[in-house]
């Protein structure tokens, strides 16, 4: 029996588009990664400054 965890399977599916595409890939995830993060983190941060007026 063959037994994989997710991070080796993670890693593999990493390298295959680094080596397929090139880096242009991987920064794309990247980048898409942090900008979601930061627009996620800006509504959790600002939403506790709404006003009910």
């Known amino acids: ?3 994989h965890t997710d991070a080796a399977g993670l ?3 990493v390298s295959a588009a680094a080596s397929d595409q090139g880096p242009g890939a991987l920064l ?3 980048l ?3 900008i979601l993060g930061a ?3 800006a509504w959790f941060l600002l939403r506790g400054y ?3 007026d």
């Open 11 to 13: 890693g593999h599916i």
């Open 28 to 30: 794309r995830i990247v």
């Open 32 to 34: 898409v990664v942090a």
């Open 1 to 3: 029996m063959d037994h």
């Open 39 to 41: 627009v996620f983190m």
């Open 50 to 52: 709404k006003r009910d």
